[in-house]
């Protein structure tokens, strides 16, 4: 197919003069027309815009089928556009979705798409925009990540882990599993920061939740709640499971050098396992009881 027939579309498309292409042709998205005929083909009979350029994208065979663009969306991308567009269909409302698309050397771009359905003689026509939003999207994820993660240590903050404890307490109540929580809090971190200084103390910060993060499981989650004291949640994890992995932490980050004498950093750790229903502040309580308990008892040891 010729672009001029792509424009016209044999007889769905747009008869464009001239400097009204060359306009089109400049524009920063692709605006479109969308058809999808009685028997489910679909195709782009009109396409116009620099987006059109993309690398991997053919115009023409796009004219042609649409399978052509859909088969390089994402897996979980697909079917939410398939949805939209049925959902469109049936009822003649506009699209609105976004979805991510492979092209050539292993590229990826987000696209977002708006399009107004009409009744067309041979199925239905969709007249839209499509517009390249990685860069949103980039900075999107960018700030998200600004908003879960503690600035120094790089791990999840307070309102991540609160988010995290929500979801998993939600999981337990849903299918009985097992969940537990940790409170891990440096012992005598103020003489730490007089002894060694400011800088010196937020390197054993750093030192401490990569040392963590080593010997945690991957599906677990720790974050620091803020100054020294830091928090894990254990999914699908019984308190006999945890205290054995509180003791480890423990005794590995007591015999850690952390860049100063040996010996100096020690933590205490209090343990609580979720009990079935009860509320997140509960639970929270409970473990921080046992932490409480842990530092009135000598410092350095684990209780539960």
Not at 117 to 123: C, F, H, V, W
Not at 270 to 277: H, K, S, T, V
Not at 286 to 291: I, K, Q, S, T
Request: aromatic share 6%.
């Amino acid at each position: 197919m010729t672009e001029e027939n792509a424009m016209s579309g044999g007889g769905l498309g747009l008869e464009l003069p001239g400097n009204v292409r060359d306009f089109t042709e400049r524009l920063p998205g692709v605006i479109f027309q969308f058809h999808r005929g009685l028997d489910g083909h679909m195709h782009f009979p009109y396409l116009a815009g620099n987006g059109t350029s993309l690398p991997g994208i053919d115009r023409d065979a796009l004219g042609q089928d649409a399978r052509h663009m859909l088969d390089r969306l994402y897996d979980d991308d697909y079917p939410k556009l398939m949805a939209a567009i049925e959902r469109s269909a049936r009822w003649r409302v506009p699209i609105a979705t976004k979805f991510r698309i492979r092209l050539a050397h292993g590229r990826t771009r987000w696209v977002a798409l708006r399009a107004q359905p009409e009744d067309a003689q041979s199925g239905v026509l969709w007249y839209g925009l499509m517009i390249d939003i990685t860069e949103q999207m980039v900075e999107e994820a960018r700030l998200r990540r600004l908003s879960d993660t503690d600035d120094l240590t790089g791990l999840a903050n307070r309102r991540k882990l609160m988010v995290r404890l929500a979801e998993e307490i939600s999981r337990c109540n849903r299918h009985g599993s097992p969940l537990s929580l940790m409170l891990i809090d440096l012992d005598h971190f103020k003489r730490v920061n007089d002894t060694w200084g400011h800088l010196q103390g937020d390197q054993v910060l750093i030192e401490l939740a990569r040392l963590c993060r080593k010997l945690l499981r991957e599906e677990d989650t720790i974050a620091r709640l803020g100054g020294e004291e830091f928090a894990v949640v254990l999914p699908a994890t019984p308190l006999v499971r945890s205290l054995p992995l509180a003791e480890r932490l423990r005794h590995r980050i007591g015999e850690h050098p952390f860049g100063i004498e040996p010996g100096q950093i020690t933590v205490s750790i209090g343990l609580a396992e979720y009990r079935p229903g009860e509320p997140r502040d509960v639970l929270i309580e409970r473990a921080d009881r046992c932490l409480y308990a842990a530092k009135h008892q000598g410092r350095n040891r684990v209780e539960s």
